[in-house]
């Protein structure tokens, strides 16, 4: 008999044992019933014939004749036994005949291990087949809030409810923005041309991901699969053929792979910019052509409105060296039709001013590495968009004090936009500073982005007269429906607002083009980079009204300047949430990773993170990429940061 093929086999099988003996880890076929003690008597639900991922089939459920193989389910035993010649009687079988019987699998959290049938897996495996064919017995476990539960608990409803098996995302949530991306039509109920269309395109990426990302530590393939859905858009991918869904991954390939430190955050302008290399002193440019892109009119929207007047400040400081315009895109096939356009007129660097826009940005950036690209965004692990924002905690804790101090009833109003990371980190600091001055004071939530609010009524208890609203204005805006005011007599009255000057950071990006500088580091580490500043690099201040107490706003004015020689955070010290659980001691201080993966609300917060069901379409889209515990988020032990 020819068992040319076993040793093959067997090499693979030998090369791994190897490594995982040099790395410290079990060389063997991983074992359910070591792995779950109690496996046994969990409940069980029969799948039946499957097509199951090979990917996925990862081990054995009893020891068994699991010593025959290594860790990658490649035979280590000799050639000469007994295992060696079914082996090989199985492996002439499977290529004369093809497979014939199902093996036996138990499917736990998604991953799948064998009852029986551990040789015909083997050979499959080697044969690089993606798929085969198994009967298979689902293993529930209890559940519980533990995130890898909530998330597979997902999986078991959308598997049950499309039939489809295949895309497993280990990350709560991810089923519901599946659904919910433009294109898909499913809705609560999947259709048939739905289910087809998705299986289809999923199919396309799985192949092509296992041959890309082979023998790499990278992420799963469904929490990928939606990494490549934002970044590509699933209009635009559910027609491609096989070969284009190739080309897409080849440009996308570094944001897969799982890194140490996904993502580095810059908190403060550098005092001193280090020297370029020698090919950046030879090619920096001598000029920026820099596009800002917005996502509505600039008259209309404050966000919009302060981004502009920091492209301006910038254009002004830096003279001819400098040349800018801003786009409005409302949609995704417009900005990157633009950008498109723009790059073949000679721009080199694209501010996305809004987080919604960083999708859009993803492919450009990916097709034109020559670019700078940048989104306003809070976080993200893309390594081809670098993302910049402020601090808007550090203010928000101040307008906090500001409202203990003007508060009568303890009771105060917070109007917050979109339940997206970054959101809890300025509701919970505005509750700290209010607290830092009135002990019994609570604050009451609200969203603007909620189907039920009422612009006209956001709080009926009379008693809520202190209310911080909207952080901005713009031109055609009531400047007595933002910042910090009080409500009387069915009239607002301003006290505070908080005043961002983008100009700072604009201009410091771009010298730092200019130079030949920016970026440098990034370049030479895996980590994607942030640009997270504060008051300390004067992009945020405050601005008080003539109405409010002089000697209030210097007590305020002195908590600022401890911002800007970073020797205070509101994060010191112990913090409760709303269940009671302690999020900081009270000797400890939250590192900027904790603030910034912030997705709970202190306990004298009166009110909840809305769901995505709650919410505004506009809503739901930002929430795709930035919602708590969105796909293309980064954990916080895997964020670092520099001062």
Known sequence: MDNKYYLRARQKGLKAYTQALKDGTDPYLPVLEELVPNVNGLSRVSLGILSVPLDRVVGSVSRGRSYAFANNFMPILDVNSEFGAKWSALYASVEEEGLRDAPKMTEYMGHYYLVEGNKRVCVMKFLEA??????????????????????????????????????????????????????????????????????????????????????????????????????????????????DVRKSLRLMQEEFPIREDSMNLVMEQSSRDPAPGLLRSLFRPSKIKAAFLYTNPIEGSAWNYWHDMGRLEAQEKLGSKVETVNRILPSRTETEAEIEKLIQEGFNVFFATSPVMLNSCMEPALRHPDRKFLCSSQLSGYRHVHTYYLRFYETKFLLGMAAGILTKTGKIGYIADYPIYGTPSMINAFAIGARMINPQAKVYLNWTSLKSYDSREPFHDPEIQVICNRDLTAPNHSSRESGLYIREGGENRSMATMLPRWGIFYRHVMEQMLKGVFDEESETNSASQSYWWGIASDTLDLAFSSRFPASAARLIRLLQSQFHDQSFTPFEGELKDQDGRVRCGADQRLTPAQVLCMDYLAECVVGSLPSEEEVIPAARALMLTQGIGSLATVDAGRISWTS
């Open 130 to 243: 993606e798929y085969i064919e198994g009967d298979v017995t689902r293993v529930l476990p209890p559940r519980s809030e533990d995130p890898a539960v909530v998330a597979y608990y997902e999986y078991c409803a959308f598997s049950k409810e499309t039939g489809f098996y295949d895309i497993l995302c280990t990350k709560p949530g991810s089923y519901t923005r599946l659904a919910n991306m433009p294109g898909m039509k499913s809705g609560p109920d999947w259709t048939q041309d739905d289910i087809l269309s998705l299986r289809k395109v999923f199919r396309y990426f799985h192949s092509a991901y296992l041959e890309l990302m082979q023998e790499k530590k990278a992420l799963p393939a469904g929490d990928a699969f939606l990494l490549w859905l934002l970044a590509f858009g699933y209009e635009d991918v559910k027609d491609s053929s096989l070969e």
